[in-house]
C-alpha cells in the first residue's frame, strides 16, 4: 500500500470534524464511554485516534494525571487533534504512527 494511502487531502481533516464528528463520532464515543469506567489514575492510550474524539470526550469527563497518548496514521488528522486541543495543556501527546 502507498505510504500516503491514509493522509487526508486539502479540508478533509476541518469537514470531517465538522461534519462527520458531531453527527457520528461524538455521539458514538459518548455512548461508548458511558459502559467504560476510567479513573484520573488510568493511562489512555487512543490507536487509531483521529481528531481525538474520544481521547477529549473522556477529558470533558475525567481529570487525568497523566497525558491521554492519542497515536494515528494520518498526519491532517493529528494536525487538527493538537490544534482542537492546544489549550489543554499537557493533557494530550498526539503522534503520528510509521507505516513499514
Given at each position: 500500500m502507498a505510504k500516503d494511502a491514509f493522509q487526508l487531502q486539502g479540508?478533509?481533516?476541518k469537514i470531517y470534524e465538522e461534519q462527520k464528528i458531531p453527527?457520528?463520532?461524538?455521539?458514538l464515543a459518548a455512548e461508548t464511554l458511558k459502559h467504560i469506567k476510567i479513573s484520573a489514575?488510568?493511562?489512555?492510550?487512543?490507536?487509531?485516534?483521529?481528531m481525538g474524539v474520544v481521547a477529549r470526550t473522556?477529558?470533558?469527563q475525567t481529570t487525568f494525571k497523566k497525558a491521554i497518548v492519542g497515536i494515528d496514521l494520518n498526519q491532517g488528522m493529528i494536525d487538527t487533534a493538537a490544534s482542537l486541543t492546544a489549550s489543554s495543556g499537557s493533557?494530550?501527546?498526539?503522534?503520528?504512527?510509521?507505516?513499514?
Open positions: 479540508n478533509a481533516a453527527a457520528v463520532f461524538g455521539p489514575d488510568d493511562r489512555v492510550l487512543d490507536i487509531a485516534c483521529g473522556i477529558t470533558s493533557a494530550f501527546e498526539w503522534h503520528v504512527a510509521m507505516q513499514q
